[in-house]
């Protein structure tokens, strides 16, 4: 049994392994087994891990099974005690892994931890895709200490403090094999995008913490599969949400939260439609919408199961007031104006 494991998972991402994979071997090898799974590439990364990386374990999965689900098919196969899920285009710093494992070891409260995610292309800026921690608005809107929609800060030390947090991003997930299996792991149907928000939520519910810890710091390019402005990633983002939201509110929420997102949904499909975004980003919150419906009854079971697992009825971490009211009416564009 590996004390960690280090999983990417990659589809044709032979060029982001080339160029990062060196740093996650250079900096974790001596810590960590090192892990990548591959979703039935097409592309030479298989040739590429064969030839010019032989100590990096290799698990060869049968077909493209999405980030979500892909995951799954790999973990299973592998016997550690904390997982470490990284994107294939994260490079790591020296000693990374050192503060993670030993937060892990010391408190046994918490299920999950992220380090500080900083920018490739600028790296004295926060990454988009995770910042220094997750948190929710009320009507499930994600954002970050370091980013709140489109306004990424710079990392000027401000949030250089371990802290709780809702959500850990996907790019660099430490966690518990146990708790990632005792609450399901990743939801493979959601494929891709919010899926580690909703493990991190229901991981939550049931009383366990998750955390992120600054003072180990990684580097993400950000955008690695899709760009921001694909209709699909809009269209699973939008799906996704709504079905985490469904999953994960208590009962006395759901009815009101649905009824704010119906309206903002439109709203937001008519705002990108205004300000140059494609008529596919347009058409893709419509179908987003449409898709919930359609497989909503098919989640009754998982939230029956999620809601008799709370712990706390009221998460912190899930913040009370609108981020979009806070963001575009009240003008707080950083976490720490935010209430």
């Known amino acids: 049994m590996d004390k960690v494991a280090i ?9 982001m392994l080339n160029q990062y994979l060196p740093s996650v071997l250079n900096y ?14 097409t592309d030479n990364s298989l040739d590429l891990l064969h030839d010019k990386f032989p100590e990096c374990r290799v698990i060869t999965l049968d077909r493209n099974w999405g980030f979500a689900e892909g995951y799954n098919q790999a973990l299973r196969q592998i016997d550690a005690e904390y997982y470490v899920l990284l994107n294939s285009d994260i490079e790591v710093t020296h000693h990374w892994l050192t503060p993670l494992v030993e937060l892990m070891d010391v408190h046994p409260e918490i299920a999950a931890c992220q380090p500080k995610l900083l920018s490739m292309a600028d790296r004295d800026s ?25 306004t990424v800060e710079r990392d000027n030390g401000q949030y250089d403090y371990a802290t709780e947090i809702l959500w850990a991003t996907g790019a660099a997930l430490m966690i518990r094999s146990k708790d990632y299996w005792d609450c399901g792991g990743l939801d493979g149907r959601f494929f891709a995008h919010n899926e580690e928000i909703d493990l991190c939520w229901r991981l ?15 580097y993400h390019v950000g955008g690695g599969t899709l760009p921001k402005s694909n209709p699909m990633k809009t269209f699973l983002n939008f799906r996704n949400n709504l079905t985490m939201l469904y999953k994960c509110l208590p009962d006395d929420e759901l009815r009101h939260v649905m009824c704010w997102r119906w309206l903002l949904d439109y709203v ?9 975004h494609s008529w596919g980003d347009f058409c893709a919150v419509f179908r ?21 697992s709370r ?24 976490f720490d104006a935010l209430p």
């Open 126 to 150: 926060f990454e988009y895709a995770g910042a220094s921690g997750g948190y929710l608005d009320r009507y499930g809107y994600p954002f970050c200490r370091g980013r709140i929609f489109q």
């Open 28 to 41: 974790s090898h001596s810590e960590a087994a090192v892990y990548v799974a591959d979703n039935a590439s």
């Open 311 to 334: 712990v706390d009825r009221k998460i912190p971490e899930q913040r009370s007031f609108s981020v979009l009211w806070q963001y575009y009416v009240r003008g707080r564009k950083t």
């Open 268 to 276: 937001a499909a008519w705002q990108m439609l205004l300000l140059g």
């Open 7 to 15: 999983v990417i998972l990659n589809w044709n991402g032979a060029r």
């Open 204 to 218: 939550r519910i049931r009383g366990r913490k998750v955390y992120c810890i600054p003072e180990s710091q990684v």
């Open 288 to 308: 987003a919408r449409r898709a919930f419906a359609r497989w909503r009854k098919d989640f009754a079971d998982d939230r029956r199961r999620i809601q008799a």
